[in-house]
């Protein structure tokens, strides 16, 4: 982290902006998480003294690091709704689970076919009977 300078970057000693002062230092050697850290992102935190170009530079950066701040939230919704979408999809794809009733396994014949075998079945099992 960065100490308060003395005087801001653009010269300016009104004590009353220490802390643009201090931001606009951290800016200055590229040091931005010092300068989020030193409040960046407050906008009440300005200096009425420093000049234009200095205000500017503040206010420049403030308003870039909102809109990357803004585009990480953004992307980070996506990825969670991509990946609700995919549980939800799989959700739909997965095999319903089994019933308590056990099912008769399916038969391989067509259902006349079927139908004949369980006659010629039944048929034989009364020929056999003494």
Do not use: F, W
């Amino acid at each position: 982290m960065h100490d308060a300078p003395d005087a801001c970057v653009c010269g300016c000693a009104d004590p009353r902006g220490d802390a643009a002062h201090a931001i606009n230092a951290a800016l200055a050697v590229g040091d931005v998480d010092a300068a989020i850290g030193l409040g960046l992102l407050e906008r009440a935190i300005e200096c009425a003294s420093c000049d234009e170009a200095c205000r500017a530079r503040l206010s420049d950066a403030r308003r870039e690091r909102e809109t990357a701040l803004a585009a990480r939230e953004r992307y980070r919704a996506r990825n969670a709704r991509l990946e609700r979408r995919a549980r939800e999809r799989a959700e739909t794809r997965m095999p319903p689970p089994p019933s308590d009733v056990a099912a008769p396994p399916p038969s391989a014949l067509p259902s006349a076919a079927a139908a004949a075998l369980a006659r010629a079945r039944e048929k034989a099992a009364q020929r056999h009977k003494p």
